[in-house]
C-alpha cells in the first residue's frame, strides 16, 4: 500500500523524544552540510559523492540508489545493494508511474528492486527529475515526515546540479552566439565594398541570409581599366561550416585572379581548392563571368549553378547555363567550357542562388525561373535597388506574407548601358 501522512504515530516515551530530537538534529546538520557543498560550488560528482555520505553518516540510510533522468534514466549513486543498479539505463515502468512516496512491496517488481522499501519521487514545477530508492535505514524512516526530509534535501541537491547544467548550457550558447555573430562580421566583410556604377554598367546586389550566417556568396573584382570578375556562389549546407568554406572560396577567388584572367584556369584552381578543403560532403555551385566594358564582351562559366538570366531590350531572355560541374566534387573536372557572347546596349543579366526560386507556397507550389523571367519582364525598367527590393516582395508575397524563407537568397544584378 501507498504511505499516507495520516499514519497514525506511536506513542513516544522520553527516550523516544531525545531519540527524535536528535535524528532531527541530525537533518539540520545534513541540510547545512549539503547547502554548504553547493554554496561552495563543488563539481557535480563531489555533490553526489557528499550527498551519498550524508544519508548513510548523518541520517544512518544504508541502502540507497539514485536516478536521475537526462536525456535516459542514470543512476548516479548507488551503496548497499548486492546488485549494480549503474549498469541500467532506464527504471521499470511501475517505478515511473508513481507520482508519491511509495511502499516498493506496493509494486510488482523483479528480485533486484525488493532490495529496496521505499520509493521517492523528485518533482520540480511538476516536472520528474529523479527517483530515489531507499532500504535497510532505521525504523524512523518509515514515516511519511521523515521519508519527506529525504525527497527535500533529495530535491535541493538535484534541482542544484540542473541548475549548474543549465548555467553551463547558457554560458555555452552565448559563446556560441558570440562566435555566430563575429562570423557574420567576417562574412559581411568578404563582400566588397562598393560595386560598378558608371557609364558602362551598374551591378547591384542583395543577400538575406536564412539564419545569422549563411552559405551564399557574392563578388566583385577589378582586372583591368576595361574589364572586372563578377561572380555568385553557394555553399550546400548553412551555417558556420559553409561559411568556413564560402571564406576560403572568397580568398582563393581573389588570390587566382590576381594571377590569371584565363577562366578555365581560375574554375580549375577553385575547384582543386574546395575539393582538398570541404568538409564532410560540401560543395559549391558557381557563375563567374567576365565582362569587358570596351568590347562589350561577357565571357562566363555556369559551375553547376542556376542559370543567370539575360534579358534583352525586345524582352526576349537567355539562360547562361554553359560552363561545368559543381566545385569540389571530383578532384579533376570531368568538363569545363567558357562561353563567350555580345552584350547589346541596354540589357539585363540577374544572377541569383536557388534560394530565390525555391520559394514555395502553402498548396506547394515553387516561385520558379518562370515567375522571376517573369517579373523582369515587367519590372525591368526599374532602378536595380529597386527591382530587388520588388522582387524580393514578390517571393515573399509567394510565401504567404512570410520572410521566413528556408535558404539564403543573393541577387547580383547587371544593367549594361
Known amino acids: 500500500m501507498t504511505l499516507k501522512s495520516s499514519l497514525p504515530i506511536p506513542l513516544a516515551d522520553a527516550a523516544d523524544i531525545k531519540k527524535e530530537l536528535n535524528l532531527k538534529r541530525l537533518e539540520l546538520s545534513a541540510l ?5 557543498a553547493i554554496n561552495n560550488n563543488l563539481p557535480e560528482y563531489s555533490l553526489y559523492k557528499i550527498f551519498h555520505f550524508t544519508l548513510l ?9 539514485l536516478f536521475v533522468v537526462e536525456d ?3 543512476c548516479k549513486i548507488c551503496f548497499g545493494t548486492s546488485y549494480n543498479f549503474k549498469k541500467l539505463d532506464t527504471l521499470p515502468e511501475t517505478i515511473t508511474a508513481i507520482s508519491e512516496i511509495t511502499l516498493i512491496s506496493d509494486l510488482n517488481l523483479d528480485y533486484k528492486w525488493q532490495e529496496f522499501e521505499t520509493a521517492i519521487p523528485v518533482y520540480q514545477n511538476n516536472k520528474l527529475l529523479a527517483f530515489v530508492l531507499i532500504g535497510n535505514s532505521q525504523a524512523y524512516y518509515s514515516n511519511i515526515a521523515a521519508l519527506s526530509f529525504v525527497q527535500t534535501i533529495s530535491n535541493i541537491i538535484i534541482v542544484a546540479m540542473q541548475n549548474r547544467r543549465l548555467a553551463r548550457q547558457r554560458l555555452a550558447e552565448e559563446a556560441i552566439r558570440n562566435e555566430i555573430k563575429i562570423a557574420r562580421e567576417v562574412q559581411t566583410m568578404l563582400f566588397p565594398k562598393t560595386l560598378p556604377n558608371n557609364q558602362d554598367v551598374v551591378v547591384h546586389a542583395s543577400y538575406i541570409p536564412h539564419s545569422s550566417i549563411g552559405g551564399d556568396y557574392y563578388d566583385c573584382v577589378d582586372i583591368d581599366a576595361d574589364r572586372f570578375l563578377f561572380c555568385v556562389a553557394d555553399v550546400s549546407g548553412k551555417g558556420v561550416p559553409a561559411s568556413l568554406l564560402m571564406s576560403n572560396f572568397q580568398a582563393g577567388l581573389r588570390t587566382i585572379v590576381r594571377q590569371t584572367d584565363n577562366l578555365v584556369k581560375v ?3 577553385l575547384n582543386h581548392l574546395i575539393y582538398n578543403n570541404a568538409i564532410a560532403e560540401k560543395f559549391i555551385t ?3 563571368g567576365i565582362y569587358n566594358r570596351k568590347t562589350r564582351e561577357l565571357q562566363y562559366v555556369n559551375a553547376g549553378h542556376n542559370a543567370p538570366v539575360m534579358l534583352y531590350e525586345d524582352n526576349s531572355c537567355q ?3 554553359e560552363g561545368s560541374t559543381m566545385l569540389g566534387i571530383f578532384e579533376e573536372l570531368p568538363f569545363i567550357s567558357v562561353t563567350k557572347l555580345q552584350v547589346p546596349h541596354k ?9 530565390l526560386t525555391e520559394v514555395f507556397n502553402l498548396e506547394e507550389d515553387e516561385f520558379g525561373l518562370e515567375n522571376t523571367i517573369q517579373f523582369l519582364k515587367n519590372s525591368r525598367y526599374l532602378s536595380l535597388s529597386k527591382l530587388h527590393v520588388e522582387l524580393l516582395e514578390e517571393i515573399k508575397n509567394h510565401n504567404q506574407g512570410s520572410t521566413a524563407f528556408q535558404d539564403d537568397i543573393t541577387l547580383l544584378s547587371c544593367r549594361f548601358k
Do not use: K, P
Open 286 to 288: 558557381s557563375f563567374l
Open 32 to 36: 547545512l552540510e549539503i547547502t554548504q
Open 347 to 355: 540589357t539585363l543579366l540577374l544572377c541569383y542562388t536557388d534560394g
Open 57 to 65: 553518516a548523518q541520517l544512518h540510510i544504508n541502502r540507497l540508489t
Open 319 to 321: 539562360l547562361l547555363t
Open 72 to 74: 535516459d534514466w542514470e
Open 267 to 269: 574554375v580549375n584552381e
